[in-house]
């Protein structure tokens, strides 16, 4: 009988490695996939393109996931589906402390649920943490590379990309301490913990909101995250 693959993602389940790395642009899944040896792509549907290869003898599957915790979640589940055992999502973010400089690296050790979809699969209470393996070996793994000491802390994880005129706690999360705004994070750390698997996050500062506001910067169009700190420094975090 032939294997059913996912709904989604389009692979085959035995096609998923243990391990698991998770991005939100195609292209960028694509470029990891360089990375690995023997990198064969399996799956390819919308937002959803997934590869699985070997990085230094150990399987490891590459998946993008879109823009945003809805759609993100949906590869999330399926991975898991599939057996999927640790995840590590690696993206940009936006740095929430003035002295975050654009291109730099961040672990996330944590997450505010404000993704507006955690809080369908388990109540709000439920923690969004990243598991302390997870995050260990991310920290190591940045100081082998050259990256002493990168800041380490809370990420809220955002519904939108874009304001609207519901006032936002902007400043609230600033004197909370949280080190960065992303869109995914917290979803995946919920999924990942209801289900007592391992996941955490690496991220690259691609513009820092403290700053703009204080430059009274417009909101909208001085976002950039096509700059070549950025896109450099992003192949760093990836490598």
Known sequence: ???????????????IAERALVVGEPERAE??????????EVGRYREYVTFTGAFQGTPITICSHGVGSGGAAVAFHEL??????????AGTCGGMQAAIPDGQIIVGTGAIRRDGTSNELVPIEYPAVAHHEVVAALLASCQARGVAR????????????YEGPQANPFDLWVRAGVVAAEMEFATLLVMAGIRGLRAGGLFVSDGNAVRKREAGAAKDF?????????????????R
Not at 80 to 89: E, H, M, N, P
Request: aromatic share 4%.
């Open 80 to 89: 898991f589906l599939a057996g999927v055992t640790t995840v590590v999502r």
């Open 31 to 40: 470029w990891c996939a360089g990375l690995l040896d023997d990198a064969v």
């Open 150 to 161: 990168p800041p380490a802390g809370i990420i809220l994880t955002k519904a939108t990309l």
């Open 222 to 238: 001085s976002y950039d995250p096509h700059r070549e700190v950025v896109k450099t420094n992003t192949q760093t975090m990836l």
């Open 1 to 15: 009988m032939a294997e059913t693959r996912l709904p989604v993602l389009r692979a085959k389940p035995s096609e």
